[in-house]
């Protein structure tokens, strides 16, 4: 099977089982390409997870975008995007349809269940994730930190001050860590390339809005679909009152629309970006599926030129050996903020009665014991949240 073929195929199945947002998603990449294919092995996976983090965009789909580029080059870059998107992006024009239909008692168990779902995975993820990332005392200090910090601390800032600390205290306190020859990412493209990318970036966030104020049309959603994945730091729920600002403050998008998609993307699998399809379908003068094509690239392609552009000098920039302890230090504290996700708001939303405990235990079972797809967690919990809610 061609390379992209495999990236196709393999990132296809995580978008159309990937529930719970980018943290559960982390977990699942980490799973699936580190111990079940042997994509990357632990030191490449926690750099590309560090850089991921750092940098504004949809995290996991940058990771994953990454991830294909790695692994097939920028075929396989736009097959993992594709696989990973293509499944959330077309659920979410269908699902907010039907979405009035999902509020009697069987409509929410399920949706409830994918709440737990994601509570399952993200706990067994956290297990594995924790033993390999955070090995010695300096480590899991950093982690417990990070939990702390990200409990108490509820702006939408904190991820990025938390790698910024963890890096910080990683340089400061990992002693022991030495750069690791097996971390080297085997690039297709040098800083040449890098360099344009990032120049692309720059040009586009300072074109777009003067092309905005100076012809009316497409170029103004283009602009502001573009603003919101250049200024999301955190991915995932951050981006949505970014995008609530982008689109309906200037009236494109009615606050009920807006609203109803933003139901329908919590429940559907992938990129909580892939919002930017239903909204952009909406669009006044435009919508449908061009509009949607719009808004969905113009969402996504920030963070996919600031990773790429920054991917070679960070390569560089990791084999020093303050460099390597400072990404272990991040690395660290990664963990510590899927940590504190597990609590808040996984546990906090998912968890409401002790049924609630016996379900997700039953998919951390069925994940740690045989090893089951998430697909199979997914069957477990909605069918267990449903079977509760009828007695």
């Given amino acids: 099977m061609a390379p992209s073929l495999e990236i196709l195929r393999v990132f296809l199945r995580l978008g159309l089982t990937s529930f ?149 205290a990683g340089a400061a306190l990992c002693r022991s860590v030495q750069p690791s020859p097996s971390g080297h990412l085997a690039l297709r493209y040098g800083r040449r390339t890098a360099a344009l990318l990032l120049l692309i970036f720059l040009l586009l966030l300072a074109g777009l809005p003067l092309g905005a104020a100076l012809f009316d049309g497409p170029i103004r959603y283009a602009d502001a679909f573009f603003r919101t994945g250049a200024l999301a730091f955190g991915g995932g729920h951050v981006v949505l009152p970014l995008l609530q600002d982008a689109v309906v403050k200037p009236g494109w998008i009615s606050s009920a629309d807006f609203l109803a998609g933003y139901g329908a993307a919590q429940a559907v699998p992938g990129p909580m970006f892939s919002l930017s399809a239903y909204l952009g379908a909406r669009l006044p003068d435009i919508g449908g599926l061009a509009g949607a094509s719009i808004a969905l690239t113009a969402t996504f392609l920030p963070g996919f030129l600031l990773v790429t552009g920054v991917l070679p000098f960070w390569h560089g920039f990791a084999a020093h050996p303050v460099a390597a302890r400072a990404i272990a230090g991040t690395s ?48 477990v919990c909605v069918a267990g949240s449903v079977a509760v809610s009828g007695l």
């Fill in 20 to 168: 719970g947002g980018p943290i559960a998603h982390f977990v699942l990449f980490r799973r699936e390409f580190v111990e079940r294919r042997g994509w990357l092995d632990e030191h490449q996976f926690g750099q590309l997870l560090t850089l991921s983090q750092a940098l504004p965009g949809p995290g996991s789909s940058k990771l994953g975008f990454v991830i294909g580029l790695l692994r097939g080059g920028w075929p396989g870059a736009l097959a993992a995007f594709t696989g990973f998107t293509l499944p959330s992006a077309l659920l979410l024009f269908g699902f907010a349809a039907i979405l009035p239909q999902l509020s009697g008692v069987t409509g929410q168990a399920a949706l409830h269940g994918l709440k737990l779902v994601a509570l399952s995975v993200v706990a067994y993820g956290l297990v594995g994730m924790s033993r390999a990332l955070c090995p010695d005392a300096p480590r899991r200090a950093i982690a417990v930190a990070a939990i702390v910090l990200a409990l108490s601390i509820t702006h939408a800032w904190v991820q990025l001050l938390v790698v910024v600390l963890g890096a910080v």
């Fill in 332 to 379: 660290a504290a990664v963990v510590g903020l899927l940590a504190a996700a597990l609590y808040d708001p996984l546990w906090l939303s998912a968890v409401h009665a002790p049924a609630d405990v016996v379900i997700a235990a039953a998919g951390v079972l069925v994940l740690a014991r045989w090893r089951a797809s998430a697909l199979v967690v997914v069957l």
